[in-house]
Every structure is written in structure tokens, then in C-alpha cells.
């Protein structure tokens, strides 16, 4: 009886073992996916060709797809100006992390207001300190040129 619970212990083990392994291979698999699709983009710019003004095309595609054939859609020209306008387009593979643009977006207007805030506090500090500055000065050379009047006449 005491080999047979072992043998059942043993076997449930395996299949414990064997599910966590399969539900990490299934997680990474998932994870990889959502970044195929979020994280990484073709990116095209094209300038205005002929009656076309110039656009931007997104898609999310492999780096080995990343051209103007493959990216934009619909094609805003035909038959042989194809050619012409997939020249003049500039296509770059982009990878992003979302996760990171998305836990940092929140904050980044509120370091950007205080920069700001803080930057302006230190203007306004300088210009106050110029200001006291310059009226010592005047106050200076209004005492000069009183005791020099003074003195002449």
C-alpha cells in the first residue's frame, strides 16, 4: 500500500512539474505575441507625390516586410507611379516597450509642470536678485552725486 501512494505521489509530482512547465511555455508564448503586435510596427513616411499629399503608414508587420509594398495600404497610386512612390517613401522597423510608455505616461506631465515650475521659480529668483542689484546701484549713485553737489557748491 506504502509503494503504491509513492508511486501515486511520484506520478502526481511529474504532472504538477509537467503542467508548470507547460503553463510557462504557454505565458512566454502569449508575451511574445502581444509584443509582435504591440512593440513593433513599420513605420513609412511619404511625401506628397503628384495629386497625393504626403502621409504617415503604421502597421505591425515583420522587419523582413518593413517596405512601402507591404505597409501602405491603400495604395494612393497605380500601375507604374508605384514604383516611383514607394522610392520616395522611407520606412524604418520600430520596437517600443509599451509597458514602459504606459507605467511612465502618467507622470510625465507632472515632471514636466514642475520642471517648468521650477525653472520659472529660478528666473523669477534672478530677475528679483538683478532688480535689488541695480537698485543699489541707483541708490548708490544718487548718494555719489549728492555729496559731490554738495561738496561744490
Not at 40 to 68: F, L, M, T
Not at 111 to 118: E, F, G, P, Y
Request: glycine share 4%; proline share 4%; charged share 25%.
Amino acid at each position: 500500500m506504502a509503494t503504491l501512494w509513492g508511486g501515486l505521489l511520484r506520478l502526481g509530482s511529474l504532472l504538477s512539474l509537467s503542467c508548470l512547465a507547460l503553463s510557462v511555455l504557454l505565458l512566454a508564448q502569449l508575451s511574445d505575441a502581444a509584443k509582435n503586435f504591440e512593440d513593433v510596427r513599420c513605420k513609412c513616411i511619404c511625401p506628397p507625390y503628384k495629386e497625393n499629399s504626403g502621409h504617415i503608414y503604421n502597421k505591425n508587420i515583420s522587419q523582413k516586410d518593413c517596405d512601402c509594398l507591404h505597409v501602405v495600404e491603400p495604395m494612393p497610386v497605380r500601375g507604374p507611379d508605384v514604383e516611383a512612390y514607394c522610392l520616395r517613401c522611407e520606412c524604418k522597423y520600430e520596437e517600443r516597450s509599451s509597458v514602459t510608455i504606459k507605467d511612465h505616461q502618467p507622470f510625465a506631465n507632472a515632471h514636466d509642470v514642475l520642471a517648468r515650475s521650477r525653472s520659472r521659480a529660478n528666473v523669477l529668483n534672478k530677475v528679483e536678485y538683478a532688480q535689488q542689484r541695480w537698485k543699489l546701484q541707483v541708490q548708490e549713485q544718487r548718494k555719489s552725486v549728492f555729496d559731490r553737489h554738495v561738496v561744490l557748491s
